[in-house]
């Protein structure tokens, strides 16, 4: 990743300026515990924030999950005992290389500075130490060894202690895979850019099970098939590609590592790794555990440990990606205006109702309108100010239609509907108005 430095400058440094004051000014994202000075670069998502995040996780699940008939979903918890980590080697080696500043004592993690300390430019560090990320914590009311568990610092691991449990309850057979959504937590040395590393995120990840002979055919597949999900749901072909781990740079259990990588404000860097895992996981845990995880093929007559493909991915890290890509500005009637060109699938809003004015006539017909709508799509109802304010508002937050009720509508039972991108305006029956809308959201 040779060309990706931490720090954006320039244009970049704007965009990610803009982008993190939007999402605070409007609701997306707000520093947690902002009100006590904030906490450690953790961050709390606001109520458009987490419809948009919901809505991210929903297209992962609906994409790996819903339309497959080959994965199967799981939560797993977040506590877990130790045993489970050092089976999987988090316990060992899930570290990162800790240097401080001799100068202004500020603590790094070496392998991102590149050797010059980012906050006050000496060159001067001590040895580096392996700084274990995980969070240790205690479960239950007595101290001592038997009660300290660790938060998980992935999803991945709760798939292949399920493995058997899975395995047992649902007859499947590779391949086959189960995913997971949830949050995960590491202790990172430095967290930076907004969203981009935090030390509580969300992770969405699959564990797909394959016969060793079909590995590397499914690792390319996934590859495909995740980087296909980005294209899809609106990032513009520039700004992704893939960057494939040279051999020497893989750790221990990979047989091969490909990370989808997105154009940030501070250049190319990590939004998914895709990786071929092949059958250490199960394995440490059958050697660790005493209970065989692996499968009986009945026509072979043979028992075999499958090898795994686990693409794995951020919720928190792609809405941002998908924010940073969606953001514009452009001028409609001889004024400027900021938009989401968010795709639907992804906006905080799929519809926002506007009455015309606050007339009691047009708002009761209004409600009528968003009770229609609100059954199938996410709606903002909004009545503040110019309808001019209002649509500018919507645009800025992404909202792809809006709905205006106006007074003509009370004689004729028709609105006009705006599209974000176009703003253009097409009058319609409250009848057919579902229709169009469902119509206009679909991609
Ligand atoms: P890095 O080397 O950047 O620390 P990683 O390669 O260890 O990250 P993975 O373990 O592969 O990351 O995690 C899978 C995905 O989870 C990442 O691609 C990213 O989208 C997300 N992720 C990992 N760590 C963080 C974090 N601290 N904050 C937000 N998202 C994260």
Redesign the pocket.
Known sequence: MAESHDAASGAGAELLDKVTNLAKRRGFIFPSAEIYGGFRSTYDYGPLGVNMLRNVKNAWWRSMIQLRDDVVGLDAAILGPPAVWAASGHLETFT?PLVDCKKCKERWREDKIEGVCPNCGSTEFTEARAFNLMFKTQAGPVEGEGATAYLRP?TAQGMFTNFANVLATTRRKPPFGIAQVGK?F?N?IT?QNF?????E?E?M?LEYFVAPGEAEAWYRYWIDTRLTWYLDLGIAPEKLRLHEHAQEDLSHYSRGTT?VEFLYPWGWD????I?NRGDYDLTQHSNASGVRLEYFDQTSGEHYVPYVIEP???A???MMAFLLAAYDEDEVGGERRTVLRLDPRLAPYQVAVLPLSKKPELEALSREVLGLLQVDFICDYDLTQSIGRRYRRQDEVGTPLCVTVDFDSLDDRAVTVRDRDTTTQERVGIDALGELVRARLRR
Do not use: I, K, N
């Not at 969203?195 to 030390?199: A, D, K, L, M, S």
């Open positions: 990162d992935e995960s590491r990172e967290p969203v981009f590393r935090t030390r995120f992770q990840e990370d990590e939004l998914e790794g990786a794995a991915a951020g928190t890290r792609a």
